[in-house]
T-cell receptor, first 115, second 119 residues
């Protein structure tokens, strides 16, 4: 069964600084990988996803993520954070074969932005 | 509306009572998912619908939990004889995924959730 680990429960970053949120997965083959953001009082929004091809994936709101097979990682990055990026971020994995529809989520990383 | 909607947004109930949670998916979305998010934890998959059938119920934690869906429309998640450990946010998502279509064609769109508190 697949699993996802987000080792950082809470990260604090100054506005304008760069950001990297870590995600490690466990799966027997190349999975499908996702990053979602959950802002207070709002539903989950998809930031980006990786299925195949270029290992550097661009998403919405200036985010990008890089798939590294050798490290089983899919870290999320942003060069310069804005106060509006404060939210909870979830990494998720799905199997790359038909018939299994589950998204398995990590426990999330809460991002705080300080002025 | 354009997005997934869920009702009620908040529900407080007493231990032992039954509750029904409702999800209205985006119109035309064939696939529907229920997840549970306990405080400080990630989302747990509960059940997946394709149309009104449920090919994957493996995430339902006990026989107190059940769900149904009418066609490709509204779904209800029912929790019978609620327990305090059922307290969580219950999230619904929908997508255009069809059976045996590649996952990369799918994006799951989430509703705002129902916050359930069992006293």
């Amino acid at each position: 069964a697949q699993s996802v680990t987000q080792p950082d429960i809470h990260i604090t970053v100054s506005e304008g600084a760069s950001l990297e949120l870590r995600c490690n997965y466990s799966y027997g083959a190349t999975p499908y990988l996702f990053w979602y953001v959950q802002s207070p009082g709002q539903g989950l929004q998809l930031l980006l996803k990786y299925f195949s091809g270029d290992t550097l994936v661009q998403g919405i709101k200036g985010f990008e993520a890089e798939f590294k097979r050798s490290q089983s990682s899919f870290n999320l990055r942003k060069p310069s954070v804005h106060w509006s990026d404060a939210a909870e971020y979830f990494c998720a994995v799905a199997p790359s074969f038909f018939g299994n529809e589950k998204l398995t989520f990590g426990t999330g990383t809460r991002l705080t932005i300080i002025p | 509306g354009a997005g997934v909607s869920q009702s009620p947004s908040n529900k407080v109930t007493e231990k032992g009572k039954d509750v029904e949670l409702r999800c209205d998916p985006i119109s035309g979305h064939t696939a529907l998912y229920w997840y549970r998010q306990r405080l400080g934890q990630g989302l747990e998959f509960l059940i997946y619908f394709q149309g009104n059938s449920a090919p994957d119920k493996s995430g339902l934690p006990s026989d107190r939990f059940s769900a149904e869906r009418t066609g490709e429309s509204v779904s209800t998640l029912t929790i019978q004889r609620t327990q305090q450990e059922d307290s969580a946010v219950y999230l619904c998502a929908s997508s255009t995924k069809k059976p045996k279509s590649p996952r990369y064609q799918e994006t799951q769109y989430f509703g705002p959730g129902t916050r359930l508190l069992v006293l």
